[in-house]
């Protein structure tokens, strides 16, 4: 597992997800070796904002990404979307609303253009994205900006690229603490060192 995390959306609340490729913000490769499984711990709909897929986007190639400045009504989370937003425009029919009840997951490849309404409804809408790799994914940079610690879901991993973080003997003790903190502060050191690289998405579109 590359990364996790909650996706909260408050409800009556702008947060939202632009148009985007999960592959832009990883810089890791082969791409058909990589999946994100979002897994609804609550009723997820086009009313509070569930995810929306881009049918047969996977197919497009790895797209260029801009930044793109929040709004009052549209709050946007990463704030980078792809650049051409006339792919969404001629592809319109293929866009669909992923409505998943509580307990239910969808899986979408690392290149499909994906994306979130605000949630206008009156309940939180909440979510869990998991990020898989296979054990032969490798940076696409290299040598990495950080090696970067990932969680062994199944098999054995042998590679070089990636540290196996320790596996939680108990919930939030003191250990299992001072573990999440150490896998958060290599993940914000990639991202200040990818940035003061020139790797952040908008920055490879700029140029």
Not at 45 to 59: A, D, E, K, L, Q
Not at 85 to 92: A, D, G
Request: glycine letters at 8%; aromatic letters at 8%; one cysteine or more.
């Amino acid at each position: 597992i590359w990364s996790s995390d909650i996706t909260c959306k408050p409800s009556s609340s702008t947060e939202c997800f632009g148009w985007h490729q999960d592959e832009a913000y990883a810089w890791l490769g082969p791409h058909n070796k990589l999946l994100t499984a979002w897994i609804a711990l609550t009723d997820s709909n086009s009313t509070n904002g569930c995810v929306r897929f881009i049918r047969g986007s996977n197919s497009l190639g790895q797209l260029p990404h801009r930044s793109q400045v929040k709004t009052p009504n549209e709050n946007l989370v990463l704030g980078q979307i792809i650049a051409d937003q006339q792919i969404v425009q001629r592809m319109e029919d293929n866009i669909v609303d992923c409505e998943l009840q509580a307990g239910e997951a969808s899986l979408h490849a690392w290149r499909t253009i994906h994306s979130s309404k605000p949630n206008s409804s009156d309940q939180d809408r909440v979510g869990l994205a998991v990020r898989y790799m296979a054990g032969e994914v490798e940076p696409v940079f290299q040598p990495a900006v950080v090696k970067e610690l990932v969680t062994l879901a199944a098999g054995q991993y042998n590679g070089q690229f990636f540290e196996i973080e320790g596996i939680p003997e108990g919930e939030y003790g003191k250990e299992e603490w001072a573990l999440h903190k150490k896998s958060m502060d290599r993940e914000w050191e990639r991202r200040k060192k990818s940035k003061e690289q020139g790797l952040l998405p908008s920055q490879q579109y700029q140029k």
